[in-house]
């Protein structure tokens, strides 16, 4: 497997992120999927709605095609599987990789595994790797057991947007019907589902094709996705790039510098950095003019070896290290004009240094007692916090600005109580004169007329004349004093009907308080809502009425 011909990057991801660079995946190679899809499936689906409608069984057409969906996902797994090393396949060569591709995972993955949630994860794992019985069943564990739960709520997503996309369908296709004709169509296809008629049937398959052509390719992808990331995840797939690549660029490098090494030691026999630089015929001469002559003659040996001072360079090994920064490179010197650039040697060494994955960074929280930082702010002198005075302005300001709209909602408060009085000013340039004051009644009030002695009388005259309202009026009048007379009352002048009800508790006997409330209610009725009582009704309670109270007939 060649890593580094990936075309993807991979690095650590979270496992939506992972069913993302799936889907990106498909996108990128859609040309490549659906063409060899809708090469695949179409004929298919031809022939099984061809033969449903021959022998009415085109239910059990869409139930095959959607049944076979496994199958056809091997075309999308065959394209991105090599499309990511940057070997697209084409269209009739993933057309003819169909018929022998993956072929001994066709009866698994069309009865037990039909239904499995992991489907998309388990594909890649069986069909690429090839790994069989035992094997098998251990990658899948390995690498789906981590995202098993992710799976399944990807295959749970894809099913709920191909439902969408099937009903969206239908529903858009009702919008280029016109608005009268649309019960009439919803009935239509309601009998058609109903009745399961033949083209409902057809359309219906025909509908469920297309949202899972447009919804299984990324399903698919987004599995891929998964197994790429659980790989780099287990198997290090990143590092392994990084590494394969770093070392493709050493390999490069590794003959010129070979060469420049070669030249370099054919060149350092006679190189003066080999060997003890020769001392000058000054450096040479001045000890033996300075040195006794007796010494100079007995021990010649010992004497050169003090005399000799080497000029070369210092090693930077024995200088400290801050001199050894500031001493220039010593290549040079060494090399001379044979020495090799290295530079892109130590490019390569700093861009793969530069790569995430070789050398991570990471955010590391610790926790501290709290009494040290309390410690070190004490220590630290408490700089002026202008945020205060921030927020002391901010304050007043706010305070001014809601005294300012106090004032103004008290001043159009006040106008709007007053607005009776100066309202006027703008309507006619001046008030309007006050009306003068009705004049002091000076006349005394009249005393309500007597009743007539003949009650009974006077109120069926009244009503029979069309005088009903009086008629009534009359009668709650003469209720309401042989009431008071009755218990023994005085009412307040303009006493209300609750007032005579209460008042009418004292009166002895069960049927006069009856009579009287049931006359007080006539009379509410009538005044109040002006319902008069039936004529019938109206003469049987004043027949009622004389009876309890006395009134002469």
Not at 128 to 144: D, F, K, T
Not at 396 to 416: H, N, Q, S, T
């Amino acid at each position: 497997m060649k890593l580094e011909a990936l075309t993807v990057t991979l690095r650590p991801r979270t496992s939506w992120e992972a069913a993302e660079l799936g889907m990106a995946l498909v996108r990128r190679h859609a040309g490549a999927i659906w063409k060899p899809w809708l090469l695949v499936t179409v004929p298919i689906l031809v022939l099984l709605n061809a033969a449903g409608w021959a022998l009415d069984l085109l239910w059990l057409s869409g139930l095959l095609m959607w049944w076979l969906k496994p199958w056809f996902d091997r075309i999308v797994l065959f394209v991105i599987s090599r499309a990511v090393f940057g070997e697209t396949p084409g269209t009739r060569q993933t057309v003819r990789a169909q018929f022998r591709w993956g072929a001994r995972w066709w009866l698994p993955y069309l009865t037990w595994r039909r239904l499995g949630p992991a489907r998309s994860l388990y594909l890649p794992v069986d069909l690429l790797e090839g790994g069989s019985g035992s094997e098998a069943r251990q990658r899948r564990a390995a690498l789906g057991a981590p995202v098993y739960g992710m799976c399944a709520l990807l295959t749970l997503v894809c099913m709920n947007f191909e439902i969408l996309l099937v009903i969206g369908t239908l529903l858009g296709a009702m919008m280029f019907i016109p608005f009268d004709y649309l019960p009439d169509t919803f009935k239509a296809l309601l009998e058609s589902f109903t009745e399961q008629s033949q083209w409902f049937n057809a359309l219906l398959n025909l509908v469920v094709w297309i949202a899972v052509s447009v919804i299984e390719p990324f399903y698919v992808g987004a599995g891929f996705g998964l197994y790429l990331n659980r790989r780099t995840d287990i198997e290090g797939w990143d590092i392994e790039i990084v590494f394969r690549r770093l070392r493709a660029r050493l390999a490069a490098a590794a003959a010129p510098s070979f060469l420049a090494l070669c030249l370099t030691l054919g060149w350092m026999a006679d190189a003066p950095a080999q060997e003890p630089s020769a001392p000058d015929a000054s450096a040479m001469q001045a000890p033996a003019k300075q040195a006794p002559p007796a010494q100079a003659s007995g021990d010649d040996e010992q004497g050169d070896e003090e005399a000799y001072e080497p000029t070369s360079a210092p090693i930077r090994g024995v200088i400290d290290g801050k001199k050894a920064k500031r001493l220039p490179s010593t290549l040079n010197e060494i090399y001379g004009d044979q020495r090799s650039d290295d530079r892109a040697l130590r490019d390569a060494v700093a861009k793969a240094m530069k790569d995430p994955t070789v050398a991570p960074k990471r955010k590391q929280t610790v926790w501290k007692p709290k009494h040290e930082a309390e410690k070190k702010k004490k220590d630290e002198p408490k700089p002026v916090d202008p945020s205060k005075f921030e927020g002391l302005g901010g304050g007043l300001a706010a305070f001014a600005k809601l005294l300012m709209w106090g004032l103004v909602a008290l001043l159009v408060g006040v106008l709007a109580f007053t607005l009776g009085r100066w309202l006027g000013w703008f309507r006619g340039g001046a008030s309007e004169e006050e009306q003068a004051p009705a004049g002091v009644r000076t006349a005394v009030h009249s005393e309500p007329e007597p009743l007539p002695d003949n009650l009974p009388t006077a109120i069926r005259r009244l009503w029979q004349a069309g005088r009903h309202r009086d008629a009534l009026a009359l009668m709650y009048r003469a209720a309401v004093e042989s009431m008071a007379k009755r218990a023994d009352i005085v009412l307040v002048p303009g006493a209300t009907e609750a007032q005579c009800l209460r008042a009418s508790r004292k009166l002895g006997s069960a049927e006069e308080r009856e009579v009287f409330a049931r006359a007080v209610r006539t009379w509410q009725y009538a005044a109040y809502a002006e319902s008069l009582p039936e004529s019938q009704d109206f003469d049987d309670l004043v027949g009622q009425l004389s009876q309890r109270f006395g009134w002469a007939a």
